[in-house]
T-cell receptor, first 119, second 114 residues
Framework: AQSVAQPEDQVNVAEGNPLTVKCTYSVSGNPYLFWYVQYPNRGLQFLLKYITGDNLVKGSYGFEAEFNKSQTSFHLKKPSALVSDSALYFCAVRVIPPGRGSTLGRLYFGRGTQLTVWP | DGGITQSPKYLFRKEGQNVTLSCEQNLNHDAMYWYRQDPGQGLRLIYYSQIVNDFQKGDIAEGYSVSREKKESFPLTVTSAQKNPTAFYLC?????????????FGEGSRLTVL
């Protein structure tokens, strides 16, 4: 079964400090990995994705993520946090298994990590 | 501007009533999805559709129904059979069910059962 884990429900950092939001995954094929951000009472916004190639992926608003195949992780990072980065962050994985199936292309989401950046 | 429009933003319902949430997209996407979001539980897939007149159950389809009569539209009905319908509902679309594309989300509809 495919799954995504975000081990921290909450991450607190001071403005200007680096931030990391952790994500690990368990899949039976090659993963496509995504990060989304959600502000209160809003929909999810796409931040970045890893499909193939360079393990370090750069995305919107200065965020980046590092794909680590051996550790099955895809942690979200930012060198210098802003108060406006405070939001709920979701990691997601899609697996394209050999052949076709009813779950082809489905995204599996983690439970989310609430990031709070203190001024 | 291209995007996904969900309506209404807020909805109140009495127990025993059915309610329909609207989702319209003008992105020309084939695949559309409905997710339910509860605090601390992340997003759970209710239904998805990869083509007109075809849809599949997700992980928590009981008490919900959908239709896909037009490519642009994927309404969700929350029926009286759904035992705990109070939640935030998110509609999404993508170019296709598979592939490398990300999902595009609407702004959500918050349903409260009184």
């Amino acid at each position: 079964a495919q799954s995504v884990a975000q081990p921290e429900d909450q991450v607190n950092v001071a403005e200007g400090n680096p931030l990391t939001v952790k994500c690990t995954y368990s899949v039976s094929g090659n993963p496509y990995l995504f990060w989304y951000v959600q502000y209160p009472n809003r929909g999810l916004q796409f931040l970045l994705k890893y499909i193939t190639g360079d393990n370090l992926v750069k995305g919107s608003y200065g965020f980046e993520a590092e794909f680590n195949k051996s550790q099955t992780s895809f942690h979200l990072k930012k060198p210098s946090a802003l108060v406006s980065d405070s939001a709920l962050y979701f990691c997601a994985v899609r697996v394209i298994p050999p052949g076709r199936g009813s779950t082809l292309g489905r995204l599996y989401f983690g439970r989310g990590t609430q990031l709070t950046v203190w001024p | 501007d291209g995007g996904i429009t969900q309506s209404p933003k807020y909805l109140f319902r009495k127990e025993g009533q059915n309610v329909t949430l609207s989702c319209e997209q003008n992105l020309n996407h084939d695949a559309m999805y409905w997710y339910r979001q509860d605090p601390g539980q992340g997003l759970r897939l209710i239904y998805y559709s990869q083509i007109v007149n075809d849809f599949q159950k997700g992980d928590i389809a009981e008490g919900y129904s959908v239709s896909r009569e037009k490519k642009e539209s994927f309404p969700l009905t929350v029926t009286s059979a759904q035992k705990n319908p109070t939640a935030f509902y998110l509609c999404a679309s993508s170019p296709a069910l598979g592939g490398t594309g990300e999902l595009f989300f609407g702004e959500g509809s918050r349903l409260t059962v009184l």
